[in-house]
């Protein structure tokens, strides 16, 4: 006997607990089974780029705290480094060294909040979340220490950074750092080998390595299809040449890869912190720039990050003024977006909420 | 007027009931007092459960708050106690929202249906020695029939609100309850034939050792699926509140959701009570005749907490998945509990059919080598088979293109 069915046409989102924002995907399923996907961007958009051109370069600075808001130190770091390229300024070593600390640091943060959101979406009640945001508080206080914000952080400019760290700074960074071993070791207990974990995680959402380059993947995403590429060690910026650190990769590119690989870069990066602990000195922590930049008519220039969620790169081409004439902003999360349709069909409404934790979108980089 | 609850009569061990019978069948007639006695008892009964949703709603927040590192309610009352007692006078005052696209008489029938049952299944669970409000003889049969109306009451939710996510959460919801219903109701079969009867009063004073150790298999399939049929992680499928925001309840609010939630509450609570009776040796313990209901709620708020426990830890599973362990582990294991305990009966039983306190430890001896050795077996049978098949290779790409190397 067979039970006449027809699909069935659900928008997830733009409020749904699970879509990380305001994200929208209309699906259309046949039972529990995904049939079609048609991801919808937009809803935050609130033209960056444009507001960009009407700011000048040290204002531009706060907008990139707004793109993605779980890593702004990171968003800092790459404006920054466009617009020292377009200056043609040179860092002193001990900001370079300030800027490392705080993005990796930052990036720790940010896969905190990637991998405990993997874990809510998998229908835990919110204890590895709450597990992994008790380490994430204790990173935006020492952010609070260095600069006085804690998300929107404006901690760099182009040129160096805002202000050197204060005295009670490197105590409290090492006693977290202490704390983080033990803490970080009881959400790895919790989650990493827990049955229902793998069991729901594993084999799913396969993305093939070529799939990923074609289209250009970045990230945890790629690497967790098995290419190790990093622009730390690519093309290695502040003091990433003079520190030690893996790039970690996994093979099958599954959602339980993309989970395991945050968790292995975590590790990287409290190497990565513990090494600039070590090798920084007292010195300037800002280049002597003008109060106003003005960038030589017709400039332009690329700077790139490995940001938590991937590449992260500002284009920016100047005309002479105080304000640079474009902006273009190259953000991770909506490149790692446009495998959405190749990674859930075929897999079912609780793998596709999975799926999209794994590829760990933000949405205020996404629309922008 | 000199009524009195003959010896014959089923609610003649009712003590509580008996008492008030009697105490008003003196100024009233039979009839009346008979009435009178039961709307006593079912406000007993009532106020029992609501008052036990709510304390265990505080629990479960509390406890969960401990559990997240955080602190939970703590502002109402001394510890945060009267917090239930606020949020239902919100949702008394909160609006009564009906979708225009709904089914609105079965959509103001869901609330009704959900809460009767966890009420009515307290009916037959013995607080204390003699205390059962209803001490019928099919005591078991009938707490099983009685919580099947539940998904009933979750198909009439999905259904009439009109929602496709309320859809998905009844089908889901339905699906789950129909399959946990098989391994739970043959893995009650032991327990009943050790007992050597259906009504819980007896089975509690068969318990010379807690059947807890005389039937470890058994317990363990009974609360998982109890679990599934409560909808609570990491079987909470109906629910789901990452994937389907609030499954079948999601088209409801003020009381009609505080309701739902309330059977949600004292369903936990009801489900412990009768986990109680089975598997723990119910109300008896030191001095059981006077503090046989201290023993209990302690007991009860034991495996209440059991379940917030594993609420707090574990992550959900997939609905096929969740269908596979009640189909290919719960059931096989629950049958071979159901043999090797029928076996037992069979050969260690005296002539009058009875078994003995030795007897017992012998069963549980043999059972628990059983239930770690099935467990262990269908456990790892059913390993590779939950996962997906392909884990681990790539397939191919629907653009073609393929890299020759990677740095």
Sequence with gaps: ?368 | MNCVLGPDNILHDTVLYRVVYEFVGQLLPCWLSYLIAGFVIMFFLINAVLLGAAIFSWMERRLIGKFQNRLGPNRWGPFGLLQPIADLIKLIFKEDLTPRAADKIVFAAVPIVMLAPVILMLAVVPFAKDTALANLNVGVLYVLAVTSVTSIAIFMAGWSSNNRFAMFGAARGVAVLISYEVPVVISLLGVVMIAGSMSLADVVNAQTIPFLLVQPLALFVFVAGTAAELNRTPFDMAEAESELIAGYHIEYSGIKFGLIQAAEFGGVVTASAVIVTLFFSGWSGPASNYIGWLWFLLKAGAVACVFIWVRATFPRLRIDQLLALAWKFLLPVSIINLFATALEVYFLRDDAGSLATSDLWIMAGINFGLAALSILAFGTMIREKVRPVGSGDASPSPLGVSIAESS
């Design chain 1, 1 to 368: 006997m067979t039970i006449r069915t027809e699909p069935m046409t659900v928008n997830i989102g733009p409020q749904h607990p699970s879509t990380h924002g305001v994200f929208r995907l209309r699906v259309t399923f046949d039972g529990e089974e995904i049939l079609q996907v048609e991801p919808i961007v937009g809803y935050l958009h609130r033209g960056t780029e444009k507001l960009a051109e009407e700011r000048n370069y040290t204002q531009i600075v706060t907008l990139t705290d707004r793109l993605d808001y779980v890593s702004s130190m990171i968003n800092n770091q790459a404006y920054c480094l466009a617009v020292e390229k377009l200056l043609g300024a040179e860092v002193p070593p001990r900001a370079k060294y300030l800027r490392t600390l705080t993005a990796e640091l930052q990036r720790i943060a940010s896969h905190l909040v990637g991998i405990g959101f993997i874990l809510q979406d998998l229908g835990t009640l919110g204890t590895p979340l709450m597990y992994c945001f008790r380490s994430r508080e204790r990173i935006l206080d020492l952010f609070e220490m260095l600069c006085g914000a804690r998300i929107t952080v404006s901690y760099m400019r182009p040129g160096g950074v805002f202000f050197d760290a204060p005295t009670d700074f490197w105590p409290a960074l090492d006693q977290f750092l202490k704390d983080f071993d033990t803490e970080f070791k009881e959400i790895e207990q919790l989650v990493l080998e827990n049955e229902i974990v793998m069991v729901r995680t594993r084999g799913v959402s396969l993305l093939p390595l070529d799939l990923a380059i074609n289209c250009s993947v970045s990230g945890p995403v790629l690497r967790a299809s098995g290419l190790a590429w990093d622009w730390r060690k690519m093309e290695p910026y502040d003091a990433y040449d003079k520190v030690e650190f893996d790039v970690p990769t996994a093979i099958n590119g599954d959602n339980y890869d993309r989970f395991w690989l945050r968790i292995q870069e975590i590790h990287q990066s409290v190497r990565i912190v513990e090494q600039c602990i070590r090798q920084i000195e007292p010195g300037p922590v800002r280049a002597d720039v003008p109060l106003v930049l003005r960038p030589e008519p017709g400039a332009e220039a690329y700077g790139r990050v490995e940001a938590s969620k991937g590449e992260l790169a500002f284009y920016l081409v100047s005309d002479g003024g105080i304000s640079p004439y474009r902006c273009k902003i190259r953000s991770p999360s909506l490149i790692n977006l446009t495998v959405t349709e190749h990674l859930l069909v075929g897999y079912k409404l609780a793998d596709m909420i999975v799926t999209l934790g794994s590829l760990d979108i933000n949405m205020g980089e996404v629309d922008r």
